[in-house]
């Protein structure tokens, strides 16, 4: 037997006979030990006693083993330690009997005592900790179960250490003792807030731990004392506290022994719902404030104290009680469910000044965010709400705090591009506390929820008609990749017009550049067990070339499907299925041609998701993605021509828009959309300027009132300052709700705006309806037909992707366009050479031209050697272009593989003759010839 065992045996027979002695007596009648037979103590009593005297040298014992073994046997115990513990369960069992209530009277400072006494014995070394969960996350792991991570005791020890500390509490709280310490620290801190010179440290420190180190006080501070939860509002709250925890006793057992180990690797059973009353915090935000200008205050009149003497206690106390927290999480939320302040801390410890110590970041916030997450989604619900109203200043504050966090937990690991830094619960759990207060900023600013029905109708009638098994689609993505809190908040990040905080200052670049997205994209696909963390469920903190890459690995995840699928049914002797999309068009008739060759495709929607195969007839060439990005710029050039008829230039705006008086079949819309889907299919870029907006609308939304001034800015203008307008609209502006337009041929146009009122003058009352359907009219329903068509297009080639869930769009738009700046020194640090060097004459010859061109000349440049003028979203660097040394032929021109952005450059050695045979090749550069 181990040293440690033998101790542990020697405590519990020294308990165990002072119990006996305390009871029962020793026998002897002429005994005249104080601790010996007292008549009117009862077993609860006599067991919290004895716990209390074992560690007092100069108590005597007197009973004997002969006489414990006499008094056990009477009694019907079976003797030895057993009987000590079973005597008390059937004294507390009595106790239930005789008074129900008592049952369930101060569960929370009972298991705070079970938590207190086991951390005794694991720092001793007497009990062993078995938890699978790293240090700094608090002890808790990252799956969302309750009660999935404790310390490992022995039944046996368990059941002793429940009977005595359930005795020890009782009498305590028939004294009301733990209450009066309450009110003892709730003074102290009213002293501190009211600057009391008088106030010593050891005083204050006394009352900061007390407070901050209990769940029941922390919640309690400033509240009105008539909302404090006191030991007459438990008392009345005990039958409803058993309601709801009755569902649940079989857990209780996952706080000791055996149980505990076996719970941990479940999932949790535990259900919400209606049945957990959680309101918003109540503690009163002004005296936290207060609190915080009195400890600055009292630090520097306490000089003589350490300078963070004060923050240190608070930051000590705010972790014991997280810890208490993320070792009795049942408890915990049973204390929820009784206590209407419950979720006071956590707005109460985020406010505190000690969080701003760089001591809070090792010793606060990550046990801190680790109980944040694991609350039920209607407390952090809660929260949410509570944190809206704060102003974008102090959000923003705690939103740096996290990201700080963040940032010290990868400098801390050392984490670098070659380490899979995925497993880190820490970064899980700081993720997923930025998410609340990423929907904090998104409910408290300006948002509009404004779906456009008939189009997303429409699109689906669509989809039904090619594709039955697309039905889902929306719903499956929306279930792996949308967080659960935002589904029950029903929060759409497009629903947000302006957000509390920018939603840059939630992206963590540090972090963004370790991922590995090809390996979180298959944890995504496992995500609906709930065990693997994806970051795809956050999108809000990942950088837009990350969002790329996470769309581009689903989308050449089905390529790949289909390409197995055609070999498979090549094998198995069945029609010979194409892994291609292969499109054979003639250059001066490339729409029609293109138009009747996809609609032969659209039979079958995943014909859209194979890669595009494009040949131009009568000239050689294999596609490798320079022809693709040939036709999608050629295509674009061609619809968009105003003499085509499908779109019209807004000159005031230099966008292009919808043809309400298109003569052009719903084809012709559909195509371009279809040419879109393709793009993003085949990451090629599109030279095209649309208003933002209508990437807005091929999200699912309307516009509205605030996007016109991007395509209409004069009328914008003028709707504004109607909105504006402080005289009488009736009178002065003479208006009504009826719209006046022409058509291409010059024919006069009316609309009324509100069909059951015709000829309606415009009021101050009635001028924001007037703006609303104005906007509604030029902007949707004038051009129902065609932007349906178009939709129609781009969901055909789309739907089965997560885009909606993953952009909005600004970042759609340059998804599909790309960045117009041109900086072409970024080329010059990441280009690549072959027969070259950096240093030769040709190479620095051939930089010092380059930025020398005009802006056209760039563009063109551009076009030359990637087949675009549209810069990808990461930059110039992203291209990596290559320059390749092509003989020396002076007649030669520089030509280019666009598949592989590779120019072949002869070496000159003149630099204008070098500078000559550039700009002719970059002019001259449409088509494919033979090199």
């Known amino acids: 037997m181990s040293s440690s065992s033998s101790s542990q045996d020697e405590k519990r027979t020294k308990i165990e006979r002072l119990f006996y002695q305390l009871k029962d007596g020793c026998g002897d ?4 030990n104080v601790y010996c037979g007292k008549p009117d103590i009862d077993i609860n009593e006599a067991a919290a006693t004895a716990l209390r005297l074992y560690n007092d040298e100069n108590v005597r014992i007197c009973i004997s083993k002969q006489r414990i073994e006499q008094v056990s046997s009477n009694s019907g115990g ?3 330690e057993n009987s000590v513990v079973q005597n008390n369960q059937n004294a507390v069992t009595n106790d239930r009997a005789a008074d129900p209530n008592e049952d369930e009277l101060m569960d929370y400072i009972v298991c705070r005592r079970l938590a207190e006494e086991e951390e005794e014995m694991q720092t001793s070394g007497s009990l062993p900790t078995t938890s699978k969960c790293p240090p700094d996350a608090g002890g808790l792991n990252t799956s969302n179960s309750v009660g999935d991570c404790s310390s490992s005791t022995s039944k046996l020890e368990h059941k002793h250490t429940a009977a005595r500390v359930r005795a020890k509490t009782k009498i305590e709280i028939e004294d009301e003792g733990y209450f009066n310490k309450q009110a003892e620290g709730y003074k102290v801190i009213d002293r501190l807030i009211n600057f009391d010179e008088s106030l010593s440290f050891d005083t204050l420190r006394v009352a900061l731990t007390t407070i901050f180190a209990e769940v029941l006080s922390a919640n309690n501070l400033f509240v009105p004392e008539k909302e404090r939860v006191t030991r007459q509002m438990m008392v009345k709250n005990r039958k409803d506290l058993r309601t709801i925890v009755a569902p649940y006793e079989s857990q209780s057992r996952a706080i000791s022994g055996e149980d505990c180990a076996r719970h941990s690797c479940q999932k949790s059973d535990f259900r919400f719902g209606s049945m957990s009353p959680f309101s918003t915090p109540t503690c009163d935000m002004q005296q936290v404030a207060r609190l915080n200008t009195a400890m600055q205050w009292y630090k520097e009149k306490h000089r003589a104290e350490p300078a963070t003497a004060v923050e240190c206690v608070i930051l000590e106390a705010m972790k014991e009680n997280l810890t208490y927290l993320l070792k009795s999480k049942l408890n915990f939320l049973r204390h929820i469910h009784l206590n209407s302040n419950a979720l006071n801390i956590f707005p109460l410890f985020l406010e505190n000044i000690a969080m701003m110590n760089p001591a809070a970041l090792e010793i ?9 997450v694991h609350l039920p989604l209607e407390a952090q ?8 109203d704060l102003t974008p200043e102090r959000l923003l504050s705690f939103v740096e705090l996290f990201q700080q966090q963040l940032a010290y937990r990868v400098l801390m690991q050392g984490y670098t591009e070659e380490d899979d830094f995925h497993n880190d619960h820490m970064i899980h759990i700081m993720v997923k506390a930025l998410h609340l207060l990423y929907l904090a900023s998104v409910v408290g600013g300006e948002m509009k929820k404004v779906v ?20 889902n689609q929306d719903e499956e993505f929306r279930y792996l990749w949308v967080h659960p809190l935002a589904r029950r908040m029903n929060i759409d990040r497009l629903d947000s017009i302006k957000p509390l905080i920018p939603p840059h200052h939630f992206v963590n670049h540090e972090v963004n550049k370790l991922l590995d997205v090809m390996a979180d994209y298959k944890n995504s696909r496992t995500h609906e067990s709930g065990e693997i963390f994806s970051f795809i469920s956050y999108s809000f903190f990942l950088t837009l070339p990350n969002k790329i890459h996470y769309l581009f690995c689903d989308v050449q995840k089905r390529m790949v499907i289909l390409r197995q699928y055609s070999r498979l049914s090549a094998y198995l002797g069945s029609s010979l299925i194409s892994q291609t999309l292969k499109i054979r068009v003639r250059r001066a008739n490339i729409i029609n041609d293109t138009l009747l060759q996809l609609e032969l495709h659209t039979d079958g929607m995943e014909n859209f998701n194979k890669q595009l195969h494009v040949e131009f007839e009568g000239e050689e060439g294999v596609d490798e ?7 999608f710029m050629i295509i674009v050039e061609k619809m968009l021509t105003p003499d085509h008829g499908v779109f019209i230039y807004e000159q005031e705006s230099r966008l292009f828009w919808f043809n309400m008086h298109s003569f052009e079949s719903e084809s012709q819309y559909r195509l371009i959309g279809i040419i879109l889907g393709l793009a993003i299919n085949n990451s090629c870029i599109l030279n095209i300027s649309f208003p933002r907006f209508i990437y807005k609308k091929l999200l699912g939304y309307k516009a509205v009132f605030q996007d016109m001034h991007q395509l209409y800015p004069v009328f914008y203008s003028s709707l504004k300052s109607l909105l504006e307008y402080e005289g009488n609209v009736e009178e002065d502006l003479i208006l009504t709700f009826t719209v006046e337009y022409s058509d291409v041929f010059g024919i006069r146009h009316t609309h009324e705006l509100k069909d059951d009122q015709p000829g309606l003058v415009v009021t101050n009352e009635n001028r924001k309806e007037y703006v609303d359907l104005y906007t509604d009219w030029l902007l949707n329903t004038s051009v129902t037909e065609q932007f349906n068509a178009f939709r129609c297009g781009f969901d055909l080639v789309c739907s ?3 885009i909606k869930f993953l952009f909005n769009a600004e970042e759609l738009e340059l998804l599909i366009c790309g960045k117009e700046s041109l900086e072409l020194e970024e080329l010059e640090k990441t280009a690549r050479y072959d027969g070259f060097t950096e240093n030769c004459q040709t190479i620095k010859d051939f930089w010092a031209i380059v930025s020398e061109l005009s802006a056209d ?10 087949g675009c003028d549209r810069v990808p979203v990461g930059g110039l660097a992203d291209l990596k272009m290559s320059l390749v040394r092509n003989g020396d032929k002076m007649d030669s021109l520089p030509t280019a593989h666009t598949c592989f952005n590779v120019i072949l450059l002869p070496d000159y050695n003149n630099k204008v003759l070098l500078k000559e045979r550039l700009l002719k090749a970059i002019s001259y550069s449409e088509g494919f010839g033979l090199l």
């Open 29 to 32: 009648a002429s005994c005249q």
């Open 78 to 80: 079976g003797g030895g």
């Open 364 to 372: 606060v916030i990550p046990p801190y965010c680790n109980v944040l």
């Open 381 to 388: 619900q809660r929260l949410v709400g509570f944190w809206k």
């Open 452 to 471: 456009d029905t008939v189009a997303n109708n429409k699109s689906r009638d669509m989809l039904e008609r090619y594709a039955a098994n697309q039905n």
């Open 625 to 631: 993605g320079g022809l693709s990005k040939e036709f």
């Open 800 to 802: 089965s992707t997560p």
């Open 857 to 866: 000349e760039r563009k063109k440049f551009l076009v030359f050697f990637t």
